[in-house]
């Protein structure tokens, strides 16, 4: 029974989070066509954050209970390392995500595929002023470094993970559960709004290379991958790099000053007590 209970586990983990990796993307990844296909006229930057902060909220509260909410590759790594999830299931949840993400983006290109080819007259292209390739993926604005743009997807990681520690820390003064989603939600929103200038904030691998693959896949070519400099792998390294550096701050600074859950508990029952 332990051995079918696991297989059905093990096998369920990566369809789960295909569902709901899928069902977050496409918020994101449609937002961007309607506002690049749409000129402005359906939509501002604004809007693409809002939508990925929803995505992101809605995301988290369906695989909250069943993953974790395991949505972001950097994130999945980052916990194998510290050892609080094997190296079988963060290959099923990156399985999951990658597979999930690529699914969203074909799913918004069957969408949006008449507005795409009208927009471009069939001529799907990396740069230029009729450009499609950054509804799917995260490109560095014209002006930024390759520099520049690593530092940007490393910082802004960071904040994301920092955030997710404050909100889920049962050590610290973590958010109620019901509230959790939508706090992470808003820290996505709050990155957006403050960080995606340079770089369109991917600030998650399986977010930005599945995307990428289907792509050059769908007609944009090699370009996505060989474009500003092979931009490609900034999104996938700068993550997992700001991801781990994240939990170091995090730890140093918070974790470690932290008393454990029921040293906490009998100290607020002493002070009732010497109230009382």
């Known amino acids: ?3 079918e209970a696991q297989s059905i586990t093990a096998t369920s ?3 789960i989070l295909l569902s ?5 993307q496409v918020f994101g990844l449609s ?8 000129k402005g006229s359906s939509g501002h930057y604004l809007s693409i954050n809002m939508a990925f902060g929803i995505g992101a909220t809605l995301g988290v509260y369906a695989a909250g209970g069943i993953s974790g909410a395991h949505l972001n590759a950097a994130i999945t790594i980052t916990q194998c390392v510290l050892g609080k999830i094997s190296w079988t299931t963060l ?5 999951g995500q990658f597979l999930g993400s690529f699914m969203a983006a074909a799913t918004v290109f069957a969408l ?7 927009y471009t007259k069939g001529n799907l292209t990396v740069s230029g002023p009729t450009a499609t390739a950054m509804i799917f993926s995260t490109y560095p604005a014209p002006n930024v470094s390759l520099q520049g743009a690593f530092f940007t997807e ?3 990681t960071v904040m994301l993970i920092l955030g997710v520690m404050v909100i889920h820390d049962e050590k610290n003064n973590a958010a109620i559960k019901g509230a959790q989603p939508m706090l992470t939600g808003m820290l996505v929103l709050g990155i957006g709004l403050g960080m995606g200038l340079n770089t369109g904030y991917a600030i998650n ?22 474009a500003e400099h092979s931009w490609w792998w900034v999104p996938v390294a700068a993550p997992i790099l700001g991801c781990l550096f994240g939990v170091f701050i995090y730890k140093l600074c918070i974790d470690f000053h932290n008393h454990p859950v029921h040293e906490n508990e009998h100290e607020k029952e002493q002070a009732g007590m010497e109230t009382s």
Do not use: C, E
Not at 20 to 24: G, P, S, T, V
Not at 112 to 118: E, G, H
């Open 1 to 3: 029974n332990i051995k």
């Open 13 to 15: 983990i990566p369809l």
């Open 20 to 24: 709901l990796f899928l069902f977050m």
């Open 31 to 38: 937002s961007v066509a309607q506002v690049v296909l749409g």
């Open 91 to 95: 290959a099923a949840y990156i399985i």
């Open 112 to 118: 949006y595929y008449d507005a795409i080819y009208d």
């Open 154 to 156: 490393f910082t802004a």
């Open 205 to 226: 691998p399986s977010r930005d290379l599945p995307p990428r693959i289907f792509t050059a896949i769908a007609g944009w070519g090699t370009a996505v991958f060989t």
